[in-house]
Structure formats: structure tokens, C-alpha cells
């Protein structure tokens, strides 16, 4: 059993417990759930912002703790200070330390939309990411099928959720496509080996759909690789790591996205 397939598991025991624990019903008396909610989609596209969504993210399984003592208020509030297009915010406790409180805190503090970055399996997940404040829910076609994507995509369009499908080959792209998603991710790490390649990137480009936003997932780290991608069509950059490794991830994200900005402004005046 792989990693990924370690966490489903969790996840599927820990759904049906906290189904019991809030009813549908319960979440959906929240003050979030009749709220509007913002469009990640529409926000990665601006021009005044850097294309950047960046992740809230204090361990993960292949690196360990990253950030344990980060705070999500200040963390938060200083992406968006940077020029961050959106946030992603981890909730999954058991393998990534994240909690439904960390995504209700960068609600509260932030205009911008929330990407709810989870492993959404069942339709109870979305009720309860519309309950928090998300504005957006991450659909993973490596463990979903067909039928779940196209099922989990209406529901979370019901509500007012946007999709980010995220896949990591070609295969999973071609089943997954015709789901729906406002956005579609490519994660260039390998869930096999971990192994982390931009190239996964570049060659599904040109496969993704017009009109669904493309967005680079996992090992960037350098302003030249997100203008390398971004002449293949990449509109959204997913990163969080790169942030999360430093003891204050909002000055790293300030400073990156500086060089980023000079770097677009630069190609634009060469164009």
C-alpha cells in the first residue's frame, strides 16, 4: 500500500466520524454557508496579481514537518500582501497537521479565494468545505473515478465551489477531462517515487482544454521556472514549500514574488 493509498484509507474512517459528530444539517447552518464565495478561477487570471496560490502547509509525507509554528493569521495575510493570487489551505490533520480551524482563520483575514486542499472523497466533504469558507475544493483524479469526479464536481458547483482536478499523467487526464473542473492542476511530483519534474507540465499542456485555467503543481521554486511555464499556457502556480520551509514563509513569499513581478514586467516590455 502507497502513501496515497494510506490516506484514503484515513480519510474514509474519518469522514464517517465525523459524520456522526456533524450532521450535514450542522454545517450547514454556518454563517459561511450562505455566504458568496469568491472565484479562484477569475482571481489566478488578473493581471494585477502574480498567478501565485499559495499553500499553508505545515508537514507533509514525503518531507516531514515543514512549519510547525507558522501562524495561518500572519502567514496568511502576508501572501496576499505579496501580490498572491489565492490561498490553499491544508486541512487534512493526520498527514499534512492541518485543520478546518486553519482554513476558517485565513477566511476570516483574507478577501481573496480559498482553496480548500484536501482529499475529497465523499459529497459530505464539500457540504463542510462550503461550511468553513472555501471558496474551492481540490478533486484528485488519481483516486477518484470517472463517474466520483463528474458527481463531486456538480455537487461542489451547486454550492457555488469551484474545482481544481489534479492529475499527474496523461491517462489521468484523459479520463478525468470531461468532469467539468474550472481548473485543471498538474502535479509534476511522481506519487510513486516523489520525484518532482517540471516537465510533467510541459507536456500536458497542450492536452489541457481551452477555457479550463491551467495550474502548475509542486516543485517550483525559482520566478524563471513559473515564466518558463507560463509560456506553455499556465496561468496558476501552486506553491507552498517553498514558502512554508522559511521561520517567517510571508517574507520568503514577499521577496519571491518581487523578483517574479520585475521578471513580468520585464517581458512585457520586451514584448
Known amino acids: 500500500m502507497n502513501i496515497l493509498d494510506q490516506i484514503i484509507q484515513h480519510k474514509r474512517n474519518e469522514v464517517n466520524d465525523r459524520k456522526s459528530l456533524y450532521p450535514m444539517?450542522?454545517?450547514?447552518?454556518?454563517?459561511?454557508?450562505?455566504?458568496p464565495t469568491v472565484s479562484l478561477?477569475?482571481?489566478?487570471?488578473?493581471?494585477?496579481?502574480?498567478?501565485?496560490?499559495?499553500?499553508?502547509?505545515?508537514?507533509s509525507p514525503s518531507k516531514g514537518v515543514i512549519n510547525a509554528h507558522a501562524s495561518v493569521e500572519r502567514t496568511t495575510i502576508g501572501y496576499m500582501q505579496a501580490g498572491a493570487s489565492a490561498l490553499s489551505i491544508l486541512t487534512d490533520k493526520n498527514f499534512f497537521g492541518g485543520t478546518n480551524e486553519d482554513l476558517v482563520i485565513g477566511r476570516k483575514f483574507n478577501f481573496c479565494p480559498v482553496l480548500r486542499k484536501d482529499f475529497t472523497i465523499d459529497e459530505y466533504q464539500i457540504i463542510e468545505a462550503k461550511s468553513i469558507g472555501a471558496d474551492a475544493i481540490l478533486l484528485i483524479a488519481a483516486v477518484l473515478s470517472p463517474k466520483e469526479l463528474s458527481q463531486l464536481t456538480n455537487v461542489a458547483h451547486a454550492l457555488g465551489l469551484e474545482v481544481l482536478l489534479e492529475?499527474?499523467?496523461?491517462?489521468?487526464?484523459?479520463?478525468?477531462?470531461e468532469a467539468g473542473a474550472?481548473?485543471?492542476g498538474?502535479?509534476?511530483r511522481n506519487l510513486k517515487t516523489f520525484e518532482v519534474s517540471i516537465d510533467t507540465?510541459?507536456?500536458?499542456?497542450?492536452?489541457?482544454?481551452?477555457?479550463?485555467?491551467?495550474v502548475s503543481e509542486s516543485g517550483i521554486s525559482t520566478a524563471e521556472t513559473i515564466m518558463e511555464l507560463r509560456q506553455y499556457g499556465y496561468e496558476g502556480f501552486l506553491m507552498g514549500e517553498n514558502f512554508m520551509k522559511h521561520a517567517r514563509p510571508e517574507l520568503a513569499a514577499m521577496e519571491f514574488m518581487t523578483?517574479?513581478?520585475?521578471?513580468?514586467v520585464q517581458s512585457k516590455s520586451v514584448i
Open 201 to 214: 507540465s510541459k507536456k500536458l499542456a497542450d492536452k489541457i482544454p481551452a477555457g479550463v485555467v491551467k
Open 167 to 177: 492529475v499527474h499523467n496523461e491517462e489521468e487526464l484523459e479520463q478525468s477531462v
Open 25 to 35: 444539517k450542522l454545517l450547514e447552518q454556518s454563517i459561511f454557508f450562505s455566504s
Open 41 to 59: 478561477k477569475k482571481y489566478v487570471q488578473r493581471e494585477d496579481k502574480t498567478g501565485i496560490i499559495a499553500e499553508f502547509k505545515r508537514k
Open 259 to 264: 523578483e517574479l513581478r520585475k521578471r513580468m
Open 186 to 188: 498538474v502535479n509534476n
Open 182 to 184: 474550472d481548473l485543471i
